[in-house]
């Protein structure tokens, strides 16, 4: 594999993650990203499971993920005054965790750690404000794929195509000839995510959460760089059709009209609401994103392939990190496996990701109907559970429910490649 030519589209985690395996396999790697440089902030994610695995290969970065956690310490659901009604915690083993994981860090950080792995090595090069224009491959996928550029890199060819551009990959669109939205699952929620000026928490590293009707919830966190981070997270009801269109519709404008939108939804919820719909109207490292799922029929086209969310988005349950990790490591590793005959790699990317997807994807049907209950009622309820959860110590029973990204290290065993030392 030392000749292949590699294209990798997108430099958040996905991406370098794909760059680092496949450069270690002994491939030459290229990764554009359309911005003009990494994006910093963005929400919390999580390591977990198979996701732990694979970065415990991948020299110092566990070291440097520690280093950037968000330093949650646990989690709490508040009254309007503040009292909790109870708290959950960390279990202390990173191969069992439970709602606080170990590795929990800010999607820019973690983005930062794997650049910062791999920015140095001679085999991978970044090229940042550049994207895909086009790609030609032949109908028998025997060659290369030609790529031209949008802002001014000169045309290429590639033995291999990856992309790593999120669940609405423009990539993706552009290789299978679908919509941008076209295997997008909805899960009728969005979230919008920035940080505060004023410490909101007065200095705890335990998280609050607070909800109101309508599938309105709130989360101030802990955030190593500033005072606090804030998680605002709309669900609407599974039979709302096209619920988040309103949503979509300003996210396509600048960010001005999405924080409106957000501000008039998060009208009357009360509790810190109003403080923190002000910073938000100024913050400047604002996000936000609907949350869905992606499926398609298949991860590989010819020479083109899929990796992260831009083949297989988690959407709500917690495994979308996890399962970008893992998905770059067996990308390499299998292609290495069958090292010459990179359409069997392909097929066995494929057939490693698929059980690990289909277990990840998994969303419980009452998951997001307690992160943020649409009643009166179902808030109430929600609130002693979580009470009598947190005071029975019985939450590691209970997570049990919570779907495949709180299941232990041991639950996702990797394959073993020969090249990984």
């Known amino acids: 594999m030392s000749q292949l030519r590699v294209l990798v589209v997108g430099a958040s985690i996905a991406g370098p993650a794909t760059a680092y395996w496949l450069a270690k396999a002994g491939a030459k790697v ?12 963005g929400q919390a994610v999580d390591i977990r499971t198979a996701g732990v695995s694979v970065m415990r290969k991948m020299s110092g970065m566990e070291t440097q993920v520690r280093a950037k956690s968000t330093q949650e310490e646990g989690v709490s659901f508040v009254r309007e005054d503040g009292r909790p009604y109870g708290i959950i915690r960390a279990t202390g083993n990173p191969d069992q965790q439970s709602l606080i994981s170990e590795y929990e860090i800010f999607r820019g950080d973690l983005a930062k750690v794997l650049f910062d792995l791999t920015k140095d090595n001679e085999s991978i090069s970044y090229v940042f404000g550049e994207q895909v224009a086009s790609m030609q491959q032949s109908e028998t996928h025997d060659g290369p794929i030609a790529v031209d550029f949008a802002n001014g890199s000169r045309p290429s060819e590639y033995d291999l195509v990856v992309a ?3 669940a609405t990959s423009r990539t993706r669109a552009m290789a299978f000839g679908c919509g941008v939205r076209d295997h997008i699952f909805p899960s009728n929620s969005w979230a919008a995510y920035f940080s505060l000026k004023q410490d909101l928490l007065q200095g705890s590293k335990i998280s609050q959460g607070f909800s109101a009707t309508g599938g309105r919830a709130i989360t101030v966190g802990p ?19 096209d619920a988040t269109l309103p949503f979509r519709q300003a996210a396509s404008q600048e960010d001005d009209a999405l924080k409106k939108y957000i501000a008039q939804r998060y009208q009357g919820v009360g509790w810190k609401t109003d403080s923190i719909l002000q910073e938000m109207m100024e913050s400047e490292d604002f996000y936000a994103s609907e949350i869905v799922q992606v499926k398609i029929p298949n991860l590989h086209k010819g020479r083109f392939v899929l990796v992260g969310d831009a083949g297989y988005a988690a959407g709500p349950t917690g495994g979308g990190t996890s399962l970008a990790l893992a998905g770059a490591y067996m990308l390499a590793g299998e292609i290495s496996k069958h090292a010459g005959d990179l359409a069997a790699g392909l097929r066995g990317y494929e057939q490693q990701m698929r059980p690990l997807i289909k277990e990840m994807q998994k969303v419980p049907p009452f998951v997001q109907t307690f992160f943020a209950p649409q009643t009166a009622w179902g808030i109430w309820l929600r609130n002693y ?17 919570l779907g495949a990204a709180f299941a232990s290290t041991e639950a996702f065993p990797l394959p073993d490649y020969s090249w990984v030392k």
Do not use: K, N
């Open 30 to 41: 290229t990764v554009i990203e359309r911005f003009q440089s990494l994006r910093p902030g």
């Open 223 to 241: 955030d190593p760089s500033g005072p606090s981070r804030i998680m605002l997270m709309s669900i609407h009801p599974r039979d709302q059709h």
């Open 385 to 401: 559970a979580f009470a009598f959860i947190s005071w029975t110590g019985v939450a590691e029973f209970a997570q049990r429910y």
């Open 164 to 166: 790593c551009d999120g």
